[in-house]
């Protein structure tokens, strides 16, 4: 199975300031035949479902905010919130599907107002 | 607009079987192009993807090892919607449960979720 690692486990960003969250797999995540990466993003707040922000490793979801932003290739990836807004505060998981299931998550970032 | 609506017991007796449903709405069970699928969350074990169902001229389903000796996820064309059993459940098994719809063709994420069940496991 694939090995999904998340750097920092929790993180405290002062309003307005970036936040970045990495994730590291243990194996390639880069379909060579699409040339994407498999690699997602998602906010999960207390009450709520994930909620889904990033897809292809740097694709915005639909409604989602522009100061997400999400890079890497590979196995190095990282998620990007150039502000902090108040309403970011959540757990956030990387998530790979590349080829066969398990589809596997990191261990969540927490990310909280310094 | 797609939507996903979970029901079943909050509460499950040790040993026995924790049975959920979701039923889907804006979409089909039987569309060749995503997947249904079933993922817990836990504070101790993050999210863990725990099966799938979908079809591709006939039905398929695939299971994490972790569970794989007692889950099962049923697709239910006439009702439009799929379930999860997992059975001898213990308290380990106490945690959130949610449907989720995979959409590898398009977003290759999971890009609609159910808004979630908590199970306790107590008797």
């Known amino acids: 199975d694939i090995v999904m690692t998340q750097s920092p486990d929790s993180l405290a960003v002062s309003l307005g300031e970036r936040a970045t969250i990495n994730c590291k797999s243990s194996q390639s995540v880069l379909n060579n035949s699409n040339k994407k990466n498999h690699l997602s993003w998602y906010q999960l707040k207390p009450g709520q479902p994930p909620k889904l922000l990033i897809y292809w490793a740097s694709t915005r979801e639909s409604g989602v905010p522009d100061r997400f932003s999400g890079s890497g290739s590979g196995t190095d990836f990282t998620l990007t919130i150039s502000s902090l807004q108040a309403e970011d505060v959540a757990v956030y998981y990387c998530q790979q599907y590349y080829s066969s299931p398990p589809y596997t998550f990191g261990q969540g970032t927490k990310l909280e107002i310094k | 607009q797609v939507q996903l609506q979970q029901s079943g017991p909050g509460l499950v007796k040790p040993s026995q079987t924790l049975s959920l449903t979701c039923a889907i709405s804006?979409?089909?069970?039987?569309?060749?192009?995503?997947?249904w699928n079933w993922v817990r969350q836990s504070p101790s074990r993050g999210l863990e993807w725990l099966g799938r169902t979908y079809y591709r001229s006939k039905w398929y389903n695939e299971y994490a090892v972790s569970v794989k000796s007692r889950i099962t996820i049923n697709p239910d064309t006439s009702k439009n919607q799929f379930s999860l059993q997992l059975k001898s459940v213990t308290p380990e098994d106490t945690t959130v449960y949610y449907c989720?719809?995979?959409?590898?063709?398009?977003?290759?994420?999971?890009?609609?979720w159910g808004q979630g069940t908590m199970v306790t496991v107590s008797s």
């Open positions: 989720a719809r995979g959409n590898w063709g398009a977003k290759g994420a999971f890009d609609i």
């Open positions: 804006g979409d089909s069970v039987s569309s060749n192009s995503v997947t």
